[in-house]
């Protein structure tokens, strides 16, 4: 086991230095440059509209000198070679060193730690709802496949798959927080404005009333995918001949499905038990703007509108390693499940 966990970290370096070289070379190829960006604002940026109109229709491009181009290139780093940069952006990785971030003018570490926990107070509140709810929901529905209740709940539950988490975040909104129905919740920010001033217990309550619609967006695709794998995969637990023999030796039908079904059941369910580590980054742009929340999503987004290469690194590498450490958890999960797997 222990090999397999060397060989498997061994292997995450050849795979972040792909990953990271591809997305490198793809963002400076890209049109637009943080260069280009700066120039355009200091072309424009002190201009009223019929000024900038004159200016963009003259093309006037040697209003900067190249003087100023040349620092603008150094300043960003970009008056050497591609593959110079690259090296760089390792050496300084080594240190833990994104570098600058172009639009924040701070370091990327702190802007993202800026961002860090509201994708990180979604994500595991998120996370552990999906599986506390959907592993005996799928239980049940497994064990009373067939009756009323497994169909209709699937219904349900389909029916809310097929809503995307975005549009179900507007219709909340619509309903339930002020929009034209009701006003129980409300419909953004992670805290009330005298949030400061309530007790623990107050502050507590606060946190649940804003989170409740924002999660709901945010678990509901996955909700679905995780309950219908738990009972499917129940389901061909209880056709394979251990299950048989366990009947016959008179067991009860609770013994047989909770104590010897379950256990490879929950075999599926454990791929996504690595994720964890991933929900330092959950996030869906759309889902952050509609309930005004600032989180990695949007952090991400606005990073490549503004040509931000150092937080885009930053957030690649990151998240590639969480991702690949979140694997490996996984397949470790699998011994735990299941002792007849061993990793050599």
């Not at 949030?195 to 509901?220: E, N, Q, T």
């Not at 048989?244 to 104590?259: H, M, Q």
């Not at 999503?297 to 690194?313: A, C």
Request: proline share 3%.
């Amino acid at each position: 086991m222990l090999q397999y966990i060397l060989r498997r970290i061994l292997l995450m370096i050849p795979t972040l230095f792909g990953v990271t070289l591809i997305v490198f070379v793809i963002i400076n190829l890209a049109p637009g440059s943080p260069v280009e960006r700066k120039l355009q604002e200091l072309q424009f940026g002190g201009a009223g509209a019929g000024d900038a109109a004159s200016v963009g229709s003259s093309n006037d491009s040697s209003a900067i000198s190249e003087e100023v181009i040349e620092a603008l290139k150094k300043q960003y780093g970009f008056d050497k070679p591609m593959h110079v940069r690259y090296w760089i952006w390792l050496k300084n990785l080594t240190k833990f060193d994104f570098g600058e971030s172009f639009t924040y003018e701070e370091p990327v570490t702190d802007v993202i730690m800026s961002k860090f926990p509201v994708s990180l107070q979604f994500g595991i509140i998120s996370l552990l709802l999906s599986y506390l709810i959907c592993i005996p929901l799928g239980v049940s529905k497994a064990i009373f496949n067939g009756s009323k209740f497994d169909y209709g709940s699937s219904f349900v539950i389909m029916a809310m798959y097929s809503i995307p988490g975005f549009m179900l975040g507007i219709l909340l909104i619509v309903f339930f927080a002020g929009g034209q129905f009701f006003d129980w919740f409300p419909a953004g920010e992670l805290y009330s404005d005298d949030y400061a001033y309530y007790g623990f217990w107050g502050k507590v309550a606060d946190r649940i009333h804003h989170f409740i619609l924002p999660c709901i967006s945010y678990m509901i695709g996955q909700f679905t995918v995780l309950t219908m794998l738990q009972k499917n995969s129940l389901l061909e637990e209880i056709k394979k001949d251990y299950i048989r023999t366990a009947r016959a030796k008179g067991l009860s039908e609770k013994v047989v499905y909770l104590k010897h079904a379950l256990r490879n059941a929950l075999i599926p369910i454990v791929t996504g038990i690595g994720s964890f580590l991933s929900i330092f980054f959950a996030g869906s742009l759309l889902i952050e703007t509609i309930f005004n929340l600032d989180g990695m999503g949007l952090l991400g987004y606005q990073s490549v509108l503004e040509r931000d290469y150092n937080v885009i690194m930053g957030l690649t590498f990151i998240q590639s390693i969480l991702m690949l450490v979140g694997n490996l958890i996984s397949d470790l999960a699998y011994v735990l499940v299941d002792p007849r797997i061993d990793f050599k």
